[in-house]
T-cell receptor, first 111, second 116 residues
Framework: SQTIHQWPATLVQPVGSPLSLECTVE??????LYWYRQAAGRGLQLLFY??????ISSEVPQNLSASRPQDRQFILSSKKLLLSDSGFYLC??????????FGQGTRLTVV | SQQGEEDPQALSIQEGENATMNCSYK?????LQWYRQNSGRGLVHLIL?????REKHSGRLRVTLDTSKKSSSLLITASRAADTASYFC????????????????FGQGTILTVHP
């Protein structure tokens, strides 16, 4: 069966520090991968999506970047965090306009 | 901008009652999906309805889709305290530029509280 791992679960980082959140998928190949951000427990905003290794599309201009070094690995990064980067980050995968499977999320607090 | 918008924003009911949540969207879709999120956790897929379907059932869940009105509803029958969560609709657009990714667009969600 397919599983998705996302870590860490919580993270407190000072302003100006770097960020690296990792997401891996098991049990499937060539998944579409997504990074979402959720503010205040409400709607999800799509940040990045990837349809293959090294293929990254950004949905909104921001202080973050994403990379896909391997087929089932998706990384969200920042060189210098801002206070406004705080939020709940969710990784997800799907195959061809079907249901999406989400990780458990990372609560990022920038202080 | 958000494609899907749910209402109500919050719903509080007693155990055993039915809960109905609505979702409206703006553009043509391939399918519409409903997800559930427990506080501080990831989203869990509940049900998917395709644009050529009008109604779908799964256990105590009933979803309807009216493409002429660009709206959907999620009905949870005989609610339980364990149904307390946030519920989101998400749409996959009809034309994804020929690629195969879903690129779901989520609404703001409905917070459901079921009192024992």
């Amino acid at each position: 069966s397919q599983t998705i791992h996302q870590w860490p679960a919580t993270l407190v980082q000072p302003v100006g520090s770097p960020l690296s959140l990792e997401c891996t998928v098991e049990g499937t190949s060539n998944p579409n991968l997504y990074w979402y951000r959720q503010a205040a427990g409400r709607g999800l905003q799509l940040l990045f999506y990837s349809v293959g290794i090294g293929q990254i599309s950004s949905e909104v201009p921001q202080n973050l970047s994403a990379s896909r070094p391997q087929d089932r690995q998706f990384i969200l990064s920042s060189k210098k965090l801002l206070l406004s980067d705080s939020g709940f980050y969710l990784c997800a995968w799907d195959r061809a306009i079907t249901e999406a499977f989400f990780g458990q999320g990372t609560r990022l607090t920038v202080v | 901008s958000q494609q899907g918008e749910e209402d109500p924003q919050a719903l509080s009911i007693q155990e055993g009652e039915n809960a109905t949540m609505n979702c409206s969207y703006k553009t043509s879709i391939n399918n519409l999906q409903w997800y559930r999120q427990n506080s501080g956790r990831g989203l869990v897929h509940l049900i998917l309805i395709r644009s050529n379907e009008r109604e779908k059932h799964s256990g105590r869940l009933r979803v309807t889709l009216d493409t002429s009105k660009k709206s959907s509803s999620l009905l949870i029958t005989a609610s339980r305290a364990a149904d307390t969560a946030s519920y989101f609709c998400a749409t996959a657009l009809a034309n994804a530029g020929g690629t195969s990714y879903g690129k779901l667009t989520f609404g703001q969600g409905t917070i459901l509280t079921v009192h024992p």
